[in-house]
């Protein structure tokens, strides 16, 4: 089971009128554990860069000058997540502006359905609390001191381990369920526990055993212990 963790930021709030991608960031998980997969590109936006935005991520336009522009790379994204389910937190924000920016491109949409929201699974967990990215941390104790400014990439990989916490845990079955794959040919039988052949020696001492007899001699008749 492939997820991709992902995130983006942008020159702004809407694409329609003119915003655009400058980052994205992602992390591949493999039945709920990261791979050390991931893919991650700044992003020319050929446009001015908004001071609010500025001041959120720090990605100026003489940083962002050199960078690919989107049409360069929307392939190679697409190509990376596949049809995998992207894990985002608020996905409405970032598959708006990744579909847009595919649109312009002639390039198929992500489909919604292909995105979980992590910020609906946060309120729907703890409806009243709040469910920022640094809110979640705070809740499971996820270190994120080494996120001053929001980063695509860092964020996806802080946004990791908080789905994880929201799912259950970094392993939902400890690894409990698998099976070791048996290869052609091997006629060894697969383990599983047996009864002990020799049972195990009472850890209780006699002289416990005597005391316990007499308490239990001392109750009366209509102790349960007697009628057992």
Known sequence: MREIVL???TTGFDPESGDRIVEIGAVELVRHMATGKTYHQYINPERAMP???????GLGDEFLRDKPKFAQIGQEFLDF???????????????????AELKWMGLPQIPWTQALDTLAIARKRFPGSPASLDALCRRFNIDNTS???HGALLDSEILAEVYLELIGGR??????????????????QEWSPKPRPNPLPSRLSQDEA?????????LGDGAVWKTL
């Open 81 to 99: 997540i596949g049809d995998s389910k992207l894990i985002i937190h608020n996905a409405a924000f970032d598959i708006k502006f990744l579909n």
């Open 171 to 188: 392993q939902p079955d400890f690894g409990l369920s698998a099976k070791p794959e048996r290869k052609e040919g091997d006629t060894t």
């Open 210 to 218: 005597a005391a316990h007899a007499e308490f239990v001699s001392k």
């Open 7 to 9: 995130d983006t930021e």
């Open 51 to 57: 001071d609010e935005a500025f001041q959120v991520h």
């Open 147 to 149: 996120r001053t400014l």
